[in-house]
């Protein structure tokens, strides 16, 4: 007979502090509470989680409690939080899998259906870390991208599975991983950035990024998308553009075919499309310009002056690229969105 939520949630209670390690990690141990920032792992002394106790009732371990915004649960709303799981039955599952792992660094990749592989994600990202003072923040320093305010798509993991090809033993690097999450925020998979030991690069591999999970329509977003946003293909595009629109919800496809493909959120009235100058950017620009406005959507096609926005920032510099962005923009969205312009 299958377990009950409250049989698997008291099976987590006995292993409270695993649980602690594997879904907060930037967190830490004081006397008989895990301590962290929030349930999505940050750092920080909000959230105090009870270790020992009984297994139900007052005090029991497991349970929670966010100081500063009053959420609270058990461990099953933990891990539904920190993975971004609305659905309960994926929670259970995500949970029966915790369980069952020896260890947190096992291989997270292996999933073989769709949903398999979204839950997968799921837990790789969950077992990251945030970016701030790790490798992922030096990789994005060496593309010109300095301020992390509001990356919660992104988070580091320093020890990724990869495998080059089957014939090949497998190996773990540091890694970038990106969030990528249906317009509602649910995450559906990720993508991973492997990076050079000292983060100043990508890995010298033949693949240094690999996706896992469901792409398809899907996105890495920064910020909750309203009335306009815009969309690209990398996230390294994305945030150049962010450095000079920071009040401007962006998302990044993660490639040309995906932009073309890309799922607007129904209380879009205005799409930007950052397009890369090159004929598969450029027509998959396109097709997402005449989806949009089929979907009464207006939507305007922004164009770098190099290859890519990121080499805009990184050659010309942002004073030239602002200045070459203004004027693309809709009039009324030019004072609104820029600050310091």
Known sequence: MPETSGEIARRLAMRA???????????????AYW????????????LFVRLTGPSSGKGAAGRWCDG???????????????CRLTDHHDVLNEARR????????????????GQDSSLSAQRLFAASVPI?????????????LSDLRGLEALRFHPHCYYRSDRH?????????????????GRITGVQRTYLANDGSAKAPLAAPRKALGRIAGNAVRFGDPGEIMMVGEGVETVLSLRAILPA???????SAQNLGAVRLPPSLRRLYIAADRDEAGLGAAER????????????????????????????????????SVIPQLHPQDRAALFVGH
């Open 35 to 46: 301590i962290a920032g929030d349930v999505r792992g940050a750092k920080g002394r909000s």
């Open 68 to 82: 500063a915004t009053g959420e609270h649960g058990d461990l099953l709303d933990l891990i539904a939080a920190s």
């Open 248 to 254: 401007l919800p962006m998302a990044a496809a993660l």
């Open 288 to 323: 997402l310009r005449k989806r949009a406005i089929a979907e009464g959507v207006d939507a305007v096609i922004l164009l770098p002056g190099l290859n890519d926005f990121n080499d805009d920032l990184l050659r010309i510099g942002r004073d030239a690229m602002t200045a």
């Open 17 to 31: 502090e695993d649980v602690c390690r594997r879904y907060l990690p930037n967190g830490k141990r004081v006397g």
């Open 132 to 144: 701030a003072g790790t490798l992922a923040a030096t990789y994005l320093k060496a593309r010109g």
């Open 168 to 184: 090949r033993s497998p190996e773990h690097r540091p890694a970038v991983i990106a969030a990528v999450s249906e317009p509602s």
């Open 98 to 113: 915790f369980l069952s792992l020896a260890s947190c660094y096992s291989p997270i990749d292996r999933g073989r259906t």
